[in-house]
């Protein structure tokens, strides 16, 4: 099916938490039949992010395994002798250490993918280092311009560093295939090392790129994200409105909008201008908008072309009529589902219901893999 190019692909994910399970889930959102490989007691997904692991792990299957004894080792090395991709997110040492590695795995099954996401990468004196997201971001400059303007880097909402290391990851694995199909004779084996600050650094980068090359620390006219008509502003009802009225014809409109047509003016009609006195100038524009409710605001300044938007609660978010018009969000067994966010040539891929968590089916598993493994040679 052309909405599912990875059907007849087998993914078996000994990762837990966020990194590489949402990785099996794209994977899995595409056709490829995922299997994840769980401790005795489980994913501490499960417990770590409660909300977000059953929608993490749809359509998977899972098994609980004990790597560290004879007999799990055994059920999972049989496992993987049919996997054409492999995922596994322990540090730098503990695959080998269980007997599930590279080199334990490609003399198995020749032509595997196998990928490693770790937070600093399998080489280096950082390789064994700990780390969570909040950690990975900070030392690969995420928060680099804040510091450069003087605010105070944010704690993480989002966990960038866990979300771009599965992204390449993703990509990564989809190359390989390709290039195994592609190649003249047998495909090789492929190990393909991730690292989660090396992925974030390449997302920082449209904020401090220019560094790299000047040899200096970023500037406020240099983050166009830190521009004065930009950033999220409170409303006199409680509300939040996310503005970015960043190039000059924006930031004349929004002037004119809340009432202050004087800072459309020289000096602030360029962009260096703005952002020589960026810190008055968003205390005067948040100043301006703070005597106004959200909705008499969005109603008042998009009409003039100003790129404003409700901060939006996750609720109002589900009850989008344009996301719900483009199949984005969807009824679900648990309620409602984010789909996969790719349409392909009118069709959203679909994946099953099944929360892996709750299934445990080992025994099935191991009967189907001794019938019909798919993938196998």
Known sequence: MLNAPLAGLRVVDFGLLLPSPFVSRLLADLGADVISV???????????????????????????????????????????????????????????????????????????????????????????????????????????????????????????????????????????ILGGVRSSGEPESVLLDVSMEESVMQFALPRWGRCLTDAVEPVAEDLVAYSAGAGVFATSDGRHVAIAAIETPFWSALCHGIGRADLASAPYDTHAGRSAERAE?????????????????????????????????????????????????????????????????????????TDPDHVRDLANILAELSTAPIGAT
């Open 38 to 176: 769980h401790p005795p007691s489980g994913d501490p997904g499960y417990q770590l992010l409660p909300g977000i692991a059953p929608h993490l792990h749809r359509g998977k299957r899972a098994v609980r395994l004990d790597l560290k004894t004879p007999g799990g080792l055994d059920t999972a090395l049989g496992i993987l002798a049919t996997a054409d991709i492999v995922l596994e997110g322990f540090r730098p040492g503990v695959a080998d250490r269980l007997g599930i590695g590279f080199q334990a795995v490609s003399a198995r099954r020749p032509g595997v993918v196998y990928c490693s996401i770790s937070g600093y990468g399998q080489s280096g004196p950082k390789r064994t280092m700990p780390a969570h997201d909040a950690n990975i971001e900070a030392s690969g400059g995420v928060f680099a311009g804040s510091l450069a303007v003087g605010d105070t880097p944010p704690t993480p909402y989002l966990p960038v560093a866990d979300l771009s290391a599965s992204m390449f990851a993703a990509l990564s694995i989809v190359s390989a």
């Open 281 to 353: 100038l968003r205390t005067l524009v948040a100043e301006a908008i703070a005597g106004r409710t959200a909705a008499a605001l969005i109603d008042e300044l998009e009409p003039l072309g100003v790129p404003i938007t409700l901060v939006r609660t996750v609720a109002e978010v589900a009850a989008d009529e344009h996301l719900r018009a483009r199949g984005a969000i969807l009824p679900a067994p648990e309620g409602l589902r984010v789909a996969h966010p790719v349409v392909w040539s009118g069709t959203r891929p679909a994946s099953s219901d």
